[in-house]
């Protein structure tokens, strides 16, 4: 799995980023999404390139991704904390 950390700014509000997260669950491959403080911490499946998140066209017409950074995540664990639904 990977972690994707997005610091995003939204077009209309600076403030309302929460809302990207309605997006970011429709994306393949995107497995898990919190806002924490002023970012976006994604957990994307190994396969997926972060660019298909980064580059998505309806995220980018509402936000503006200021800066990002990736890496490895290992553990099922986590999914729990970033899931949208708790199981």
Do not use: Q
């Not at 997926?48 to 509402?62: C, M, T």
Request: charged content about 30%.
């Amino acid at each position: 799995m990977k972690k994707l950390t997005m610091r995003i700014k939204s077009v209309g509000c600076p403030g309302c980023i929460a809302t990207a997260l309605v997006r970011l669950f429709r994306i393949k491959g995107v497995r898990g999404a919190r806002v924490v403080g002023l970012n976006i911490i994604v957990l994307l499946d190994d396969d997926v390139d972060p660019l298909v998140v980064i580059k998505d066209p309806v995220l980018n017409e509402y936000y503006r991704i200021i800066s990002w950074s990736i890496e490895e995540y290992r553990g099922e664990k986590v999914f729990e904390k970033f899931a949208l639904t708790r199981s």
